[in-house]
């Protein structure tokens, strides 16, 4: 579902579902503020997919603000100057919420670290309680540790201010803790109408890269492995999707490396994403720094073994032996020995992907994901009342939950 740059909502609530409700019998009104998909990424399609299913919830009503809005017409231009970009969109941004927020009852905030905190949550956080709104804020970035750590001064307190501290992994859940900050974790969303399972019952060494072509993804690595498994398989392909700063110097090490038979595809639309999975046979994640990585579960969903480093979250959605191979962050000899495996052991193949897709179903499903989230909205707005009646919500939870967060 496509998401304007402006505010925009679901509209009124039927009378379904009216179980959930704020304290004066309205439908909760709940604003989405994370980045639009005007550039493909792990935060923006998570937005677009819980967006999409709120928004199947009768007894809400839904908006959605850009943190990174389009001008219109002519005055895209400007988004396009360096330093320009950042001011103008920033102030169109402030009057998106000036705008928007005093509609809502509840302010569902998408984080980052960094300079990306300052400029997007921050400003939404503030104004949010400015509006005497709850606000939840739903960070994601798998760099919080040496965020919190390093911007300590200017992040937790704000953080704090938050009514709700939610987190899309146990890992995330745990660095929190250690700063003394209670978390609630609900994990990402897998879109099995999107992405269809396709057993393979003996692969080809068909392999995919699929991340931003920036330091923390490592995709060096992912290159080096491939050298070495095209040492045993001259045969073996790699399509790198995927764009960012280091994408040169990556097309360079391909080249020295002596690599044959790859690709290096640029930035992939999520439309595009299904085909390219079903084309593949395994996926190759090696990151250095991450937290809960949309695409390994994509793979799952997709019917791909996975071979994947074993960096920040990464061990919390994949394990060892049962739902994927994970090697040591930097191994690419771990990694390349890994992918021999797979090629060679169909048995092993069939195990880890028939685990991984029933995992995938179990915690990652909208249906599941979304109940959760209402449970959220339920508890900020409503806490007296008691569980959502007349929403179907299934059963099960869609991750672990570490502490309700409560201020």
């Known amino acids: 579902m496509k998401m304007r740059d402006r505010c925009v909502s679901n509209g009124s609530a039927t009378t379904q579902g009216r179980g959930i409700e704020s304290s004066d019998g309205r439908p909760i009104r709940v604003c989405l503020v994370a980045p639009a998909l005007v550039v493909p990424g792990g935060q923006a399609i998570q937005a677009a997919r819980l967006y999409r299913g709120l928004r199947q919830i009768p007894a809400l009503a839904v908006g959605f603000v850009p943190t990174n809005p389009r001008l ?36 569902h ?37 040496d965020h919190l750590r390093r ?13 709700a501290l939610v987190v899309s992994s146990n890992y995330l859940a745990e660095v929190f803790a250690r700063a003394g900050l209670a978390t609630r974790t609900i994990a990402n969303i897998v879109d099995f109408d999107q992405f269809q399972f396709r057993a393979r019952a003996s692969l080809r060494p068909v392999f995919l890269s699929n991340r931003h072509l920036e330091d923390l993804y490592n995709v060096a690595c992912v290159l080096r492995a491939f050298a070495l498994i095209q040492r045993a398989f001259p045969e073996a392909r790699l399509v790198v999707a995927g764009d960012g700063s280091k994408r040169q110097s990556l097309v360079r090490l391909a080249a020295e490396l002596g690599l044959k038979h790859y690709e290096f595809v640029g930035r992939v639309t999520p439309d595009r994403m299904p085909s390219l999975l079903d084309a593949a046979d395994v996926y190759l ?4 720094i991450d937290n809960m990585p949309g695409s390994i579960l994509e793979a799952f969903a997709s019917g791909l073994p996975v071979v994947t480093t074993d960096a920040g979250g990464i ?17 690419h000899e771990g990694m390349a020995a890994a992918a021999v495996r797979l090629l060679e052991d169909p048995s092993l193949v069939r195990r880890l992907t028939s685990s991984a897709l029933d995992e995938c179903r179990r915690r990652y499903a909208p249906q599941a994901v979304v109940s959760e989230w209402l449970s959220v909205y339920q508890g900020l707005v409503a806490p007296s009342r008691g569980p959502p009646a007349g929403v179907a919500v299934p059963t099960g939870p869609a991750s672990a939950v570490s502490a309700a967060s409560r201020r």
């Open 285 to 288: 994640n090696a990151p250095d």
């Open 315 to 331: 061990p919390h959605i994949v394990r060892h032996g049962e739902t994927g191979l994970i090697v040591s962050r930097g191994d």
């Open 151 to 163: 911007w300590a001064t200017s992040a937790i307190p704000v953080i704090r201010r938050a009514d």
């Open 72 to 107: 219109p017409g002519m005055l895209q231009l400007l988004q396009r100057i360096r330093y320009v970009r950042t001011i103008v969109t920033s102030v169109r941004y402030l009057w998106s919420l000036f705008r928007c927020l005093p509609d809502y009852d509840v302010v």
């Open 109 to 145: 905030v998408f984080s980052a670290s960094y300079w990306s905190f300052i400029l997007c949550p921050t400003p939404a956080i503030l104004l949010g309680k400015w509006f005497r709104k709850k606000v939840v804020l739903n960070y994601r970035s798998g760099e919080a540790e």
